[in-house]
T-cell receptor, first 113, second 116 residues
Framework: QKEVEQDPGPLSVPEGAIVSLNCTYS??????FMWYRQYSRKGPELLMY????GNKEDGRFTAQVDKSSKYISLFIRDSQPSDSATYLC?????????????FGKGTKLSVIP | DGGITQSPKYLFRKEGQNVTLSCEQNLNHDAMYWYRQDPGQGLRLIYYSQIVNDFQKGDIAEGYSVSREKKESFPLTVTSAQKNPTAFYLCASSISPTLSSYNEQFFGPGTRLTVL
């Protein structure tokens, strides 16, 4: 079993829809969780980050972590064509020994006008 | 304007040649990373460096080499020993993990390497 699982999609939604993107993980030591957005042929850009369990909201984006289920989500409200991109989750444990980020493979999202 | 630059954007290599990809950052970050991205494979870590003059192998270091002589620069050499080098290469940097628990990484625009 891979450490981080992410459905690659592609996921197509109409403009204005609510989008739910998800990752599951197996390493219970993961404490810090991030979401990146990557446009085609560009480098990933950091969207949001959360610590441990709970929700974090930033504009149309909400990141949610459920550590008991080892499940994280990114919700996009009122989706726009400009949200069309690949979304990668990333996570790491606590402490110097778990310095590196572990990435999901990414979910490709298309928002249709 | 702070950020990470990578050059060139596109690179073509003949089989048997070594090529060097450039990565420069002016964010004053201590740590730098090289990833390889292939379709359906996600990001795979090649090498990383936490401080100047020190670096460690990542998950797929074979056929690659790096140096870290300056804090701002972390060039990656793809050697002829790398059997399948055609990929999208991403450089990233992060502040020291002692200063940021998340170790959030910031990425450059990438270099697309094609072997002819």
């Amino acid at each position: 079993q891979k450490e981080v699982e992410q459905d690659p999609g592609p996921l197509s939604v109409p403009e204005g829809a609510i989008v739910s993107l998800n990752c599951t993980y197996s390493n219970s030591a993961f404490q810090y969780f991030m979401w990146y957005r990557q446009y085609s042929r560009k480098g990933p850009e950091l969207l949001m980050y959360t610590y441990s369990s709970g929700n974090k909201e930033d504009g149309r984006f909400t990141a949610q972590v459920d550590k008991s289920s080892k499940y994280i989500s990114l919700f996009i409200r009122d989706s726009q064509p400009s949200d069309s991109a690949t979304y990668l989750c990333a996570m790491r444990g606590a402490g110097a020994g778990s310095y590196q980020l572990t990435f999901g493979k990414g979910t490709k999202l298309s928002v249709i006008p | 304007d702070g950020g990470i630059t990578q050059s060139p954007k596109y690179l073509f290599r003949k089989e048997g040649q070594n090529v060097t990809l450039s990565c420069e950052q002016n964010l004053n970050h201590d740590a730098m990373y090289w990833y390889r991205q292939d379709p359906g494979q996600g990001l795979r870590l090649i090498y990383y460096s936490q401080i100047v003059n020190d670096f460690q192998k990542g998950d797929i270091a074979e056929g690659y080499s790096v140096s870290r002589e300056k804090k701002e620069s972390f060039p990656l050499t793809v050697t002829s020993a790398q059997k399948n080098p055609t990929a999208f290469y991403l450089c990233a940097s992060s502040i020291s993990p002692t200063l940021s628990s998340y170790n959030e990484q910031f990425f450059g625009p990438g270099t697309r390497l094609t072997v002819l």
